[in-house]
C-alpha cells in the first residue's frame, strides 16, 4: 500500500491517474471498481472534507440515511468487482416493502431480500476495500473548483482544514460529492453535462435512528422483518413517510417532502409545518414507538438525528466530460419514486471504475473514451428513471383520496411485481377497455387516466432511453427526443394543490 499524501500548501501534484471528489457511497465504490479493473495499477487520490475518523459522513448531523437497499445490487457489486459485505456495515436483513394507503385500508407487499445499512460503519469498510488496491486519501480537504486547460478538467482545486490550499491534477476528476456538489455546478470547461437542479426535483428528506421498547403490538407501524412505507399527502407531501427496522426494537423512522409541496399544504390547512416538526409528529403519532432513546454507542453515535436533501430527478442525461465524471447523488442518481440513491452508487459506481480503467489503459480519458459510462449506466439501470421522474410527478398530484382507490382497484400484482423489478407498472386494471372494470374506472376517471398515461409515456421513455447514443456525436438529438416526451408530461401533471 501506498504512503497517505501529505501535501503542503499550493502543492501541486501531476502525476494522479484519477482523484475522486467525495469518499461517500458513490465515490469508495468507485475506487474500489478502478482498483479492482486496474489490479491496483491506477494512482487514485479520494479527496473528502471529512476528518479521517469520519469517512463516508454527510454532513454535520451525521450520515443521514433510510439505510434501506436490495440484496440485488449487493449481489451486482460482489458478482462484478468482489466485494460482499456483511457484518457490522450490514445491520439487519429485511424481506420486503409494506406500501400502505393514506386511509389504512390497502397494503401492498413489495417482495424482494434488502438490507438495512449502518451508514456509519459502512465507508470504514469501504475505505479499507479501496486501500487494498492501494487507494490514497486526503481527508480533511475540501474540493472547491475544478482545474482545466485546453477544453479538459485537468485537476480540483480547494481548502484543508488548517486553511492551507492544494492543487492537485489528474487524468480524471471523478465527481462524487453528493447532493450538494459545487464542482458540477462550475463545471468550467463546455460538456454537456447538465449543471443545475429544478429545486422541484430535489426532496428534503430527514429521520431518526432509535432503540425503542415496543408498546404495542401494531404490524402497520413496526415490523421487524419489513420495511414499512406510508403514503399519506398531509404527512409527508409529494413524498413519504417510512419505517425501517434496524432490529427488534431499533428503528430508522423518518420522511421526505417536496419543499414546494410541503408549502402549498400549509397555505391551504393555514400551518407552519416543516421537515422536522413533521417528522417529529409522525414519530408521536406511532403507537408502537413510544418508549425511545437515540443510541449512544460507537455505531450510532452522531448519527441519530439527522435531515439532508435528495435529487429526485432522472440522472443528469450525460455524465462525462473531457477529464471528467459525474457519480451518485451529485449525478442525480436516486430513484426517482423513492429517493433510493444507494443502489445507484452501487451500480454507477462499479460501471463508472470499470470504464475508467478501460480509458486509462486506451490513453483516452476524454469525453468520447468516457462516454461507455453514459451507455452501461443507462442500459443497465438508468433506462426506467426517467419513466419514474413522470410516475413521480403524477403521484405528487393526486390526492390521498385518489391514492386510496387507485391502491385498493387499480394495482395489479403484475404491477407490483413489475415496480420491484424496477419497471414501470401497466396498471391494466384502470383499462376503459377492461369491461369488468368499467364501474371502477369510471367512479374514478381521472385517476385511470392518469395512471394510463403514465403507461403510455413509460413505454416511449423506455425506448428513448435503450436507444440512448453509443458516442456523443447522436447525444444532442437524442437529448431533444428525450426533452419533448418530458416536457409535455411536466405541463400535464400540475402539482397538487393539497391532499385531503
Ligand atoms: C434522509 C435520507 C434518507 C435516505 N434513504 C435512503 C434509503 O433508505 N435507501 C437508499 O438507497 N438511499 C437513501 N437515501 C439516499 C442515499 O443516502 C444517497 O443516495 C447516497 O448516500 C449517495 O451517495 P453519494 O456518495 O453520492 O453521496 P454522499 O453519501 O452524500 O457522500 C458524499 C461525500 O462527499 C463528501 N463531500 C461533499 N462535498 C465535498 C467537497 N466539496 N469536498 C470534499 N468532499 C466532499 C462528503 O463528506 C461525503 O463523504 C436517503 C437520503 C437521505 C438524505
Avoid at 442500459?379 to 385498493?408: C, D, W
Avoid at 447525444?475 to 402539482?495: A, C, I, M, N, S
Wanted: net charge neutral.
Amino acid at each position: 500500500m501506498r504512503d497517505k499524501v501529505d501535501l503542503g500548501p499550493s502543492q501541486a501534484v501531476s502525476n494522479y491517474d484519477v482523484i475522486i471528489a467525495g469518499g461517500g457511497m458513490a465515490g469508495l465504490i468507485t475506487a474500489a471498481s478502478i482498483g479492482f479493473s486496474t489490479k491496483g495499477n491506477a494512482r487514485v487520490l479520494i479527496i473528502d472534507r471529512n476528518k479521517e475518523d469520519e469517512p463516508g459522513k454527510k454532513t454535520n448531523n451525521g450520515w443521514t440515511c433510510g439505510d434501506a437497499t436490495s440484496k440485488r445490487s449487493l449481489d451486482y457489486l460482489s458478482e462484478h468487482i468482489g466485494v460482499r459485505y456483511g457484518s457490522p456495515e450490514l445491520e439487519h436483513p429485511v424481506s420486503g416493502v409494506y406500501v400502505y394507503s393514506p386511509d389504512r385500508q390497502t397494503k401492498v407487499l413489495f417482495e424482494g431480500e434488502g438490507y438495512l445499512f449502518n451508514r456509519k460503519l459502512a465507508p470504514r469498510r469501504q475505505v479499507n476495500d479501496a486501500k487494498k488496491f492501494g487507494t490514497e486519501f486526503m481527508y480533511g480537504a475540501t474540493a472547491e473548483r475544478l482545474l482545466s486547460e485546453d477544453g479538459r478538467v485537468t485537476g480540483v482545486s480547494g481548502r484543508k482544514s488548517d486553511g492551507t490550499t492544494f492543487s492537485l491534477t489528474a487524468k480524471v476528476v471523478i465527481d462524487a460529492t453528493g447532493s450538494s456538489s459545487v464542482l458540477r455546478r462550475f463545471i468550467p470547461i463546455s460538456s454537456m453535462i447538465e449543471k443545475e437542479i429544478d429545486m422541484d426535483d430535489v426532496v428534503g428528506t430527514g429521520r431518526y435512528i432509535l432503540d425503542f421498547e415496543p408498546a404495542v403490538d401494531a404490524p402497520e407501524f413496526f415490523s421487524p422483518d419489513y420495511c414499512i412505507i406510508h403514503l399519506d399527502q398531509f404527512i409527508a407531501p409529494a413524498g413519504y413517510a417510512w419505517v425501517f427496522p434496524k432490529g427488534k426494537k431499533k428503528v430508522n423512522i423518518g420522511l421526505g417532502v417536496s419543499h414546494s409541496g410541503l408549502a402549498r399544504r400549509n397555505r391551504r390547512f393555514k400551518l407552519n409545518d416543516n421537515l422536522q416538526s413533521l417528522i417529529d409528529k409522525y414519530l408521536t403519532d406511532n403507537p408502537v414507538i413510544k418508549k425511545y432513546a437515540q443510541p449512544s454507542d460507537d455505531a450510532d453515535s452522531g448519527n441519530t438525528k439527522g435531515n439532508w436533501q435528495v435529487p429526485v430527478r432522472r440522472h443528469n442525461d450525460c455524465m462525462v466530460a473531457n477529464g471528467f465524471a459525474v457519480v451518485g447523488d451529485s449525478a442525480w442518481m436516486p430513484r426517482p419514486i423513492d429517493a433510493g440513491g444507494i443502489s445507484p452508487s452501487i451500480y454507477g459506481g462499479t460501471i463508472l471504475g470499470k470504464v475508467v480503467a478501460e480509458a486509462l489503459e486506451a490513453g483516452d480519458t476524454s469525453e468520447a473514451g468516457l462516454w461507455k459510462y453514459n451507455v452501461e449506466y443507462m442500459n443497465t439501470h438508468g433506462y426506467p428513471m426517467a419513466s419514474f421522474e413522470v410516475l413521480r410527478r403524477y403521484l405528487q398530484s393526486v390526492t390521498n383520496e385518489q391514492i386510496n382507490y387507485g391502491m385498493k382497484y387499480f394495482l395489479s400484482e403484475e404491477d407490483v411485481t413489475a415496480i420491484t423489478e424496477r419497471k414501470h407498472p401497466e396498471f391494466n386494471q384502470a383499462r376503459f377497455m377492461n369491461p369488468a372494470m368499467w364501474f371502477r374506472v369510471l367512479g374514478q376517471l381521472s385517476l385511470a387516466r392518469g395512471l394510463r398515461y403514465t403507461v403510455k409515456k413509460s413505454a416511449a421513455l423506455v425506448e428513448i432511453n435503450l436507444s440512448y447514443p453509443e458516442s456523443p456525436k447522436g447525444f444532442e438529438d437524442w437529448q431533444k427526443r428525450l426533452g419533448r416526451e418530458l416536457t409535455e408530461t411536466v405541463e400535464k401533471f400540475k402539482p397538487l394543490d393539497v391532499a385531503n
